[in-house]
Nanobody, 122 residues
Framework: QVQLVESGGGLVQAGGSLRLSCAAS????????MGWFRQAPGKERGFVSA????????YYADSVKGRFTISRDNAKKTVYLQMNSLKPEDTAVYYC???????????????WGQGTQVTVSS
């Protein structure tokens, strides 16, 4: 497994931007699929975005497509989530996850960070 530490959450007004970072440990970071999930109070954890290690292909939930951008820097063992045009409904704890295979289901990811709170005020 890989150790993951998220950072970059905070409070922002609607329409604003935040960039989340997830720093990973381990020698094989470049081979992992890295994902971002989020969980709002009273809701299940859901898929936000993912990026493959093999070719850098990116995937997004419909709700964030066009507003969020995932990227990775394999040399720094870090994955980013640039969030623009934030909406109050984006408020959640955001989690970074890693696994060998691409999936949109949280249960398929074996490594998780501790989460970082994102709050968007209206």
């Amino acid at each position: 497994q890989v150790q993951l530490v998220e950072s970059g959450g905070g409070l922002v007004q609607a329409g604003g931007s935040l960039r989340l970072s997830c720093a990973a440990s381990g020698r094989t970071f470049s081979t992992y699929v890295m994902g971002w999930f989020r969980q709002a109070p009273g809701k299940e954890r859901g898929f936000v975005s993912a990026v493959r290690g093999s070719d850098g292909s990116t995937y997004y939930a419909d709700s964030v497509k066009g507003r969020f951008t995932i990227s990775r820097d394999n040399a720094k063992k870090t994955v980013y989530l640039q969030m623009n045009s934030l909406k109050p409904e984006d408020t959640a704890v955001y989690y970074c996850a890693a696994d060998a295979q691409l999936s949109v289901y949280p249960s398929d990811f074996r490594s998780w960070g501790q989460g970082t709170q994102v709050t968007v005020s209206s």
